[in-house]
């Protein structure tokens, strides 16, 4: 079962690359709006593209055995096809359809993904009411993408590989992996399971760490020597450490969450992972310089029960 799992979740990222490839070929240029001929080329084009989509985005439904997500595709790529056919070729910009229906990701639509998915909760939201909210393409497949690389359950159903301690190795061997699985900073608290589950692929790495942002979540892609890296914090905790992160999106007062990526050599990346996952800011960084309750009035009282709770482990483990 667990090496059915495994399958699954490949051919899921090689149908998340089908879909990408597509709506880069979907992209129109100026020779697509050209004349009557070639806008009419270009939406016959898109037309066959749309039925492409919906047959990948089919496959994955069975893939994650989601019959309400694929009543839904259903239903918005008929919609797509009749905003399609309503077009008119002599007087409208064939434009429009792709950015309007296929590419476009609204700023309010990632918030509630961001919001709604990451690793941890103890009351998962309901993803139905994320996927009920979709209008494109591009939203659909950015929100099957967070509901699985931020889902802890997926990395538990997956073969172990190795296992340290708080730190737990799944999917294939991988040398990239194993080297991240020995080298990824360990909770240093014994009593605190905080997880560092890592996710081995052939050709992508994903990892959780649980009480970094609370949950942070990593998504390495392999591409020759080079790595592109993409990560998620669902709790900034602390404003200053988080704007530091490399490729970080900059963080302001108030913000919640947010984003980052950046590019590695591959024999750096390890290097690279540590130092990220050592900097991500914990509850603790929320009381200090820059944290989110920095100036809250409460804050003096929680520092000095946090010093003491931490002088009193440093007694105990003297003892021992």
């Known amino acids: ?21 597509i709506l880069v070929k979907s992209n129109p240029n100026s020779s697509d709006d050209y004349d009557l001929n070639t806008r009419i080329n270009y939406l016959n084009k898109i037309a066959n593209n749309l039925d492409e989509l919906e ?22 790529f008929n919609k797509y096809r009749v905003k399609l056919s309503n077009i008119n070729p002599n007087i409208d910009s064939v434009s429009s359809f792709y950015h309007t229906y296929l590419s476009n990701m609204r700023p309010e639509f990632i918030n509630i993904v961001e919001k709604s998915f990451f690793g941890y909760q103890a009351i998962p939201k309901s993803a139905n009411d994320i996927f009920d909210k979709i209008e494109t393409v591009n939203e659909l497949l950015h929100a099957i993408h967070a509901s699985i690389v931020n889902n802890e359950n997926l990395y538990q159903e997956m073969p172990v590989v190795a296992k340290d301690g708080n730190a737990i190795l799944y999917g294939v061997q991988n040398d990239m992996a194993y080297d991240l699985f020995l080298n990824i900073p360990r909770d240093p608290i014994e009593e605190i399971e905080s997880p560092r589950e890592i996710l081995a692929l052939k050709d992508r790495i994903l990892i959780m760490a649980r009480d970094l942002g609370h949950a942070l979540t990593i998504d390495i892609k392999a591409f020759g020597d080079k790595c592109q890296v993409k990560y998620f914090i669902p709790k900034v905790c602390n404003y200053d450490m988080v704007n530091s992160l490399k490729g970080v999106r900059k ?24 130092t990220l996952m050592e900097n991500v800011p914990m509850d603790q960084h929320m009381f200090i310089k820059g944290g989110i309750l920095e100036h809250d009035p409460s804050t003096p009282m929680i520092l000095e029960a946090m010093a003491r709770q931490e002088k009193k482990y440093e007694e105990e483990h003297k003892l021992k």
Not at 1 to 21: G, R, T
Not at 251 to 274: S, W
């Open 55 to 76: 047959v990948i985005f089919d496959k994955i439904c069975l893939l994650l055995n989601d019959t309400y997500l694929q009543n839904n595709i259903k239903e918005l």
């Open 1 to 21: 079962m667990v090496e059915e799992n495994l399958e699954k979740l490949q051919l899921y990222f090689k149908y998340d690359l089908a879909v990408k490839e």
């Open 251 to 274: 963080v302001k007062e108030g913000d919640m969450f947010t984003d980052g990526e950046f590019e590695c050599n591959t024999k750096d990346l390890t290097k690279e992972i540590v």
